[in-house]
């Protein structure tokens, strides 16, 4: 039977028996695992969906984005979740659909990219039936910080410093707020001298809590803003 008169189920079915099992070929270098990567199988794949006449058309249905910190470090990173609908069209027109989740992490702007990659790479492994011998691990993976976690003494001076709104300046006061008890009185006095600039610069208009101890002297401006 020529590839032009397969129906989708028996193209995909040639598809498997061509491509078999793929390898964690990819490696995990800070984390020291294997894993099998988006290129892996999109190139084991791809040649015998050509040569079958598969074409595959993806929908995103569901996205959602947050940002979440990471580690003892707090670094904020990008989470993204998709839930994407891949058609499998075959040469004669009838399709086959295939909705797959996705979920990834990045502190850039690539975390959407590498959601959509993840929930392709999983639409293919699992419509196709592929072996993988093991459940496959993420390339990269993290730990969320924990309410106990506390930032280094740098990383609170570089969140203030890199503070653009009103808001973003906002949050650093009330991490401080309740996590003051935690830090040196020569700490929080540094912490403190920072932010009185940093707040001018965004003439922001009320002190919070933790700037205003030992501070009654000081004059206060007058116009509304963010409390912090």
């Known amino acids: 039977m020529s590839t032009e008169n397969l129906t989708i189920a028996q193209a ?13 070929k990819d490696r995990n ?10 290129d892996s199988v999109v190139n084991a794949v791809s040649p015998q969906l050509q040569k079958y006449g598969v074409i595959v058309v993806p929908a995103v249905e569901d996205y959602s984005y947050d940002t979440v910190e990471i580690g003892r470090n707090r ?22 659909a295939a909705t797959v989740v996705g979920e990834a992490m990045d502190s850039g702007d690539k975390a959407t990219a590498k959601a959509m990659s993840v929930a392709f790479r999983t639409a293919l492994l699992q419509a ?26 740098g990383a609170v001076l570089m969140k203030i410093a890199q503070s653009t709104t009103l808001d973003s300046l906002s949050s650093v006061g009330a991490y401080l ?21 940093k707040r001018n610069q965004l003439n ?8 205003t101890e030992g501070t009654e002297n000081e004059t ?4 509304a803003g963010v409390t912090v």
């Not at 922001?204 to 700037?211: E, L, Q, R, S, Y």
């Open 12 to 24: 995909l079915s040639e598809v498997m028996k061509a491509v078999g099992g793929i390898g964690k």
């Open 29 to 38: 270098q800070a984390q020291g695992f294997n894993f099998r990567g988006i």
């Open 75 to 96: 670094t904020a990173m990008g989470h993204v979740k998709v839930r994407v609908r891949y058609t499998f069209v075959g040469p004669k027109g009838d399709a086959i």
């Open 128 to 153: 196709l039936c592929l072996p993988t011998d093991e459940p496959d691990p993420d390339a990269q993976s993290y730990e969320r910080s924990s309410a106990e976690d506390i930032l280094p003494p």
């Open 177 to 197: 707020t309740q996590s003051k008890d935690k830090y040196s009185a020569e700490q929080m006095d540094q912490f403190r001298e920072k932010f009185l600039e």
């Open 204 to 211: 922001v208009a009320k002190d919070g809590a933790w700037v």
């Open 220 to 223: 206060k401006p007058e116009s």
